[in-house]
């Protein structure tokens, strides 16, 4: 069964498609693209964020899910560890500019404030850790998941930079109606 996610191989939405019996993760390039694969029947199943125990509601997902015919078929909790990744090799010092998804961003507000680093928003966490690799910008990191890490071949600078210690994110799993 293809589940649609957002983001990459690496992002927490494929930790939560993984979770779901006979599976096939199914990558999206953002939220509005999941409902498009469950709605045109590329995919059976979606799985979005619906709310984190430190950021909130995920807005965009919300207006998407008032304008969708899709239907919420259960609610999966996943605890969700954000790590600061960035090239090997590079120190914390040399970093000026951190990029991820706003959500991340948001749920690492203290440890991020701390150091006046520059916040840039990207689509997804697993989007943010594939382009830094690709880029090889030194200066910049990126707050995404150690699966991210391993698949882009970074280096984990800082795991466990969450404000809450038991940030959790609910998703939702999407289905079309019956």
């Not at 589940?3 to 993984?18: D, H, I, N, S, T």
């Not at 998407?64 to 996943?78: F, H, M, T, Y």
Request: aromatic content about 4%.
């Amino acid at each position: 069964m293809k589940v649609a996610y957002a983001g990459e191989p690496g992002a927490f939405g494929e930790e939560v498609a993984r979770l779901i019996p006979g599976a096939e993760p199914l990558p999206c390039p953002d939220f509005p693209r999941v409902f498009e694969a469950v709605e045109g029947g590329a995919a059976e199943r979606g799985v979005v964020p619906l709310h984190n125990s430190r950021a909130g509601m995920v807005e965009e997902v919300v207006r998407l899910l008032a304008r969708s015919p899709l239907q919420v078929e259960d609610r999966i909790a996943l605890r969700v560890r954000q790590t600061l990744l960035a090239l090997p090799g590079v120190r914390i010092e040399e970093i000026r500019r951190v990029a991820s998804h706003p959500q991340a961003l948001a749920q690492c507000s203290r440890f991020l404030e701390d150091r006046r680093w520059e916040l840039v928003a990207r689509t997804t966490t697993s989007g943010a850790a594939r382009q830094l690799a690709e880029e090889r910008d030194r200066a910049c990191a990126v707050v995404a998941s150690e699966a991210a890490a391993r698949i882009h071949g970074l280096a984990v600078l800082v795991p466990g930079i969450e404000d809450d210690p038991e940030n959790t994110t609910r998703f939702a799993v999407l289905r079309r109606p019956s």
